[in-house]
């Protein structure tokens, strides 16, 4: 599929999942764009829609080794409640950015790719070099973890959500 | 462990987009329907819940602008001599070729052909194809089976041309071929030739038009000398090309 500047605010997107910080997001779309544009004026084979976003992640990964790491350790695991959506509709898309940031390679990326709503199952699997039995455990393991952090972060109380706490 | 359908379940699209993966349709199909519903209800809630939230991701003012520049990732238009130097189109390119150049050949063959060509073709088949066993043995002079032709098989007119006349014969036979009809077979010893004696082939008109001099025709590594005199074919054949045949023709000459 050719890719128009009608994809990149998903390209942008994804960077700003992965990194969690708009200026680190922004560095690694233009850099990526750049390459692209180098690569065709160096009449190379224009890059596909799944070139861009393979050339991003690994700039993001990059710049997420720069500064503060999250530190590793294993995360609570709960069941997705029912009230998950309303819990989410509480959140800022920089709470999420951030959350999903500090997940370790390569959950932050297949929950940024799968999370964009754009791809399909295959090429999340090409972009992601995995296999669907892998892909899954990363989603689902990704999902009970969130909620765990939903719960500890935005109490829920019936039709009410409460704030009860910050990033 | 989790089988493959609820593997699959794990990462089933947010939103349902055309030319999903057969086996993950009938995994949702099948979720839906079951005892499990509720628990993939949740998970689609959730995850579209958290679609939604990254749609809401801002964009910066700044890079707005570069969506908007549709120039920015510019269209590489392909010249000519880029499309001419592909592989794929320099293969299709001499298949082409190839093919034109055989249908040319064949064209200009068929043109070239006279009546009875075909029939000469047959019968450089059944030269290739015999062995010398199936001959009745003879050594004479080619000239003399014309009386033999006449006199036993009473075909009239199966003389051997000039040409070949003092060829020394190894054996001869005379059949019945379904499309040739009665054919005159000899085999002689030099470069064990094969001759063959046949009725002419009528035009369109039904008329038999003969012709004195030479004509060649191929098959298969095989070449015949076709000559045609009183209604009746003489093709002289040898495993060879024209050039070959030519030789002896050119002898008798001078």
Known sequence: MAVTTKNLPQLYRFCFLMT??????????????????????????????????????????????????????????????????????????????LWISAAPEPQRSALALF???????????????????????????????????????IAYYGEEAHDAGQI | MPDKSELLLGCAPITEKPGMDRAMRVAINRVRHGKKAATFGHQQAFDAAIAKLVRDIP?????????????LIPVVRRGWKKIVRNPVVIAIAIALLVIAAVTTYRVYERLNDFPGADKARRLLSVGASNRSVLLDPLQ?????????????????????????????????????????????????????MQFFLFPAEPDKQGKVNDFSDWRFVELEGWTGAVTQRNGVCFMAALRGSEKDLRAYLEKKKQ
């Open chain 2, 59 to 71: 964009v910066d003012e700044q890079l707005a602008e570069w969506f908007v520049n549709e120039n």
């Open chain 2, 140 to 192: 004479t002079d080619a000239a003399a089976l014309s009386d033999l032709f006449f006199l036993k098989h009473r075909l009239e007119h199966y003389d051997v041309p000039a040409e070949f006349a003092d060829f020394k014969t190894l054996g001869t036979r005379v059949f019945d071929d379904d499309e040739v009809h009665r054919v005159a077979q000899i085999w002689v010893k030099e470069k064990r």
């Open chain 1, 20 to 97: 969690g910080d708009a200026a680190k997001a922004q560095a690694a779309f233009q850099d990526t764009v750049r390459e692209a544009t180098t690569k065709t004026d160096a009449e190379e084979p224009p890059p596909d829609r799944l070139w861009f976003f393979r050339d991003a992640r690994w700039r993001c990964i990059a710049l997420g080794e720069q500064g503060i790491q999250a530190e590793p350790g294993m995360l609570e695991e709960v069941e997705i409640a029912p009230s998950a959506p309303a819990q989410i509709a509480q959140l800022t898309p920089e709470q999420l950015a």
């Open chain 1, 115 to 153: 999370y964009l709503d754009e791809f399909t199952l295959v090429e999340l699997l090409s972009l992601l070099e995995m296999k669907a039995g892998e892909l899954s455990e990363l989603i689902c393991s990704g999902r009970r973890q969130f909620q765990a952090w939903l719960d500890s972060t």
